[in-house]
């Protein structure tokens, strides 16, 4: 359970990827196209949703990208991330400084997290993957 007060003063999401090996090339989608998300260390580029209901936050829109697509270079290892969340309804900044909605009212939520791309298997053809996580918890005045 989480308060709205502790909400209000930020509530920090933490996960862990683990990436068993290495991959030459690997095509990054941007989802949705407006997202612009940049691959992290380890090769990948996530979207990070707090949401439930009419209810939602996540950076899903960076505005205007100059790239629908991304190759990379998948790296192993084992990478610890973090969503900072306030409470507040956001879908990011956009092309116009999109403020802050609504704070979340009480209810229950879930934190996803995803990541997906293509590569090309060890007989050339074009492989999609996609890697998902979350957790559900419960806002509370």
Excluded at 68 to 91: I, M
Aim: glycine share 12%.
């Amino acid at each position: 359970m989480i308060t709205l007060a502790q909400a209000a003063a930020g509530v920090d999401f933490h996960y862990t990827l683990s990436v068993q090996r290495a991959l030459a090339e690997v095509l990054i989608p941007q989802y949705p196209a407006s997202s612009c998300h940049e691959p992290g260390e380890h090769g990948l580029s996530s979207l990070e949703i707090i949401g439930g209901g009419d209810q939602r936050y996540c950076v899903c829109d960076k505005g205007w990208c100059p790239w629908s697509e991304l190759r990379t270079a998948l790296r192993p290892g084992t990478y610890e991330s973090v969503l900072r969340w306030t409470g507040r309804n956001w879908t990011g900044p956009s092309d116009f400084f999109n403020p802050m909605g609504p704070p979340f009212p009480p209810g229950k939520y879930t934190f996803r997290v995803l990541f997906r791309g293509t590569y090309r298997d060890d007989n050339g053809l074009e492989v999609g993957f996609e890697v998902r996580g979350g957790s559900s918890f419960e806002l509370v005045p």
